[in-house]
C-alpha cells in the first residue's frame, strides 16, 4: 500500500493530520472493548451489567480469567466466573485487562524486522507497564491497573508508523541508530511528528480516558522546569509514573522499541522521586528498579496467547447463575 503523501510545508498539526487520516483502514477497538470503556465510564453500571457484557465474549472471558488466577494478581483461590472476576479485580482492572488484551490481538508480535523487532518492541512495552504498576505500588498511586495499562499502551504510535508509514518509520530508525539519537528526535525529522503525537491522535479516537491520551502523547515531556516549582507544588501523576518506567527499562535494557539510547530520565521526573535525596539518575534508577524482574516475570501472561491464536479456552470459562 503507497504511503500517503506528506506536504512539506504543512504546520505540526496538518502533517499530523495527513499521517494519520489519510490511513485506509485505520484501526479501531474491537466493540466489546469499546463498549467495556463505556460502561465502566457510567457510574450506574452494575457488576453484572459488565458481567453480561463479557461473557457474550467467550475469548475475551477466557483471557480476563486467565489473568485474572495467574501470577500478576496471586489471588490463593481459583476464580471460576466473569461475575467474580469483575467483583474481586474492580471494574477498572477488568477495562484496562480487556485494553491491553485487544492492543495485543490488534497488534500481535510476528515476525522479527531487521531494524524494528515487534517482539522486543512488546518486551519493552510490558516491561513499562510492569514497571509503571510496580512504581505505582510504592508510590501509593491509586490504580495500579490504570498505571499498568499506561505502561503499555505509551508507544502505541510506533506500531501506527511501522505498520502504515513503514517505509519512513525505517528511515526514522535508520537515522536514530546512526546518529544516536533518541528515536522521537529522529521520528520528528524524518515525518515531522512523532510516535507520541501519533499515538495521542489514535487514543483520542478510540475514545480512551484523557489520562490515558495525556500519557501516550506526553510521555517524552513536556514537563515543567524542576527548579521552578518548590516541593509541595511538584505534582507527580500517571505521566511521570510511565515516563520514569520508560527510563528504568532503557537502563536495564528490557527490549528495544527503535534507538540505541540509554534512559532518558528528564530532571523535573527525576527529582519527584528522589524526593530530596542526592543522588546520580543512575542510582535513583538502580532504587526504582528494585524487585521489577519479578514484576515482569508476572506480567508475562499478557504475552501467553499472543503465540496462541485460536485458543478460548472456552472450557474455563463460567458465568455466574
Known amino acids: 500500500m503507497p504511503e500517503p503523501a506528506l506536504d512539506p510545508d504543512?504546520?505540526?498539526?496538518?502533517?499530523?493530520?495527513?499521517?494519520?487520516e489519510k490511513i485506509i483502514g485505520l484501526p479501531t477497538l474491537p466493540i466489546v472493548v469499546t463498549r467495556l470503556i463505556d460502561l465502566v465510564g457510567n457510574p450506574k453500571t452494575s457488576a453484572g451489567d459488565l458481567d453480561h457484557l463479557i461473557s457474550a465474549d467467550q475469548a475475551l472471558s477466557a483471557k480476563i480469567?486467565?489473568?485474572?488466577?495467574?501470577?500478576?494478581?496471586?489471588?490463593?483461590?481459583?476464580?471460576?466466573?466473569?461475575?467474580?472476576?469483575?467483583?474481586?479485580?474492580?471494574f477498572e482492572a477488568v477495562k484496562n485487562i480487556g485494553l491491553s488484551v485487544a492492543l495485543l490481538d490488534r497488534f500481535p508480535e510476528g515476525e522479527a524486522h531487521e531494524l524494528f523487532d515487534r517482539r522486543q518492541f512488546w518486551t519493552h512495552a510490558i516491561g513499562c507497564g510492569a514497571?509503571?504498576?510496580?512504581?505505582?505500588?510504592?508510590?501509593?498511586?491509586?490504580?495500579?491497573?490504570?498505571?499498568?495499562v499506561a505502561g503499555i499502551l505509551h508507544d502505541l504510535g510506533k506500531l501506527i508508523l511501522i505498520e502504515y508509514f513503514q517505509e519512513k518509520f525505517l528511515s526514522a530508525v535508520r537515522l536514530a541508530r546512526s546518529e544516536n539519537l533518541y528515536i522521537a528526535r529522529a521520528e520528528e525529522m524524518v515525518l515531522g511528528v512523532t510516535h507520541a503525537e501519533v499515538g495521542g491522535?489514535?487514543?483520542?479516537?478510540?475514545?480512551?480516558?484523557?489520562?490515558?491520551?495525556?500519557?501516550?502523547?506526553?510521555?517524552?515531556?513536556?514537563?515543567?522546569?524542576?527548579?521552578?516549582?518548590?516541593?509541595?507544588?511538584?505534582?507527580?501523576?500517571?505521566?511521570?509514573?510511565?515516563?520514569?518506567?520508560?527510563?528504568?527499562?532503557?537502563?536495564?535494557?528490557?527490549?528495544?522499541?527503535?534507538?540505541?539510547?540509554?534512559?532518558?530520565?528528564?530532571?523535573?521526573?527525576?527529582?519527584?522521586?528522589?524526593?530530596?535525596?542526592?543522588?546520580?539518575?543512575e542510582a535513583l534508577l538502580d532504587l526504582l528498579g528494585d524487585r521489577l524482574e519479578e514484576e515482569i516475570?508476572?506480567?508475562?501472561?499478557?504475552?501467553?496467547?499472543?503465540?496462541?491464536?485460536?485458543?478460548?479456552?472456552?472450557?474455563?470459562?463460567?458465568?455466574?447463575s
Not at 480469567?65 to 474492580?90: C, D, E, H, Q
Not at 516475570?297 to 455466574?320: L, M, P
Open 131 to 148: 514497571a509503571a504498576r510496580l512504581l505505582a505500588r510504592r508510590l501509593r498511586y491509586r490504580l495500579e491497573a490504570e498505571a499498568f
Open 10 to 20: 504543512d504546520d505540526r498539526t496538518d502533517r499530523l493530520r495527513a499521517i494519520t
Open 297 to 320: 516475570g508476572r506480567a508475562e501472561i499478557f504475552r501467553s496467547w499472543s503465540d496462541n491464536k485460536g485458543e478460548t479456552e472456552t472450557d474455563n470459562v463460567d458465568r455466574d
Open 201 to 281: 491522535w489514535l487514543a483520542e479516537k478510540w475514545n480512551l480516558p484523557k489520562q490515558l491520551v495525556s500519557v501516550i502523547s506526553r510521555h517524552h515531556g513536556p514537563f515543567p522546569d524542576p527548579d521552578g516549582l518548590d516541593a509541595a507544588e511538584r505534582p507527580l501523576d500517571l505521566t511521570c509514573i510511565v515516563h520514569a518506567a520508560d527510563a528504568l527499562c532503557r537502563s536495564r535494557g528490557i527490549g528495544n522499541s527503535g534507538d540505541n539510547r540509554g534512559p532518558a530520565l528528564h530532571p523535573y521526573v527525576a527529582r519527584l522521586f528522589r524526593k530530596d535525596q542526592e543522588m546520580s539518575d
Open 65 to 90: 480469567l486467565k489473568v485474572a488466577n495467574s501470577a500478576f494478581y496471586g489471588f490463593p483461590r481459583r476464580i471460576a466466573t466473569v461475575k467474580l472476576a469483575i467483583v474481586v479485580l474492580g
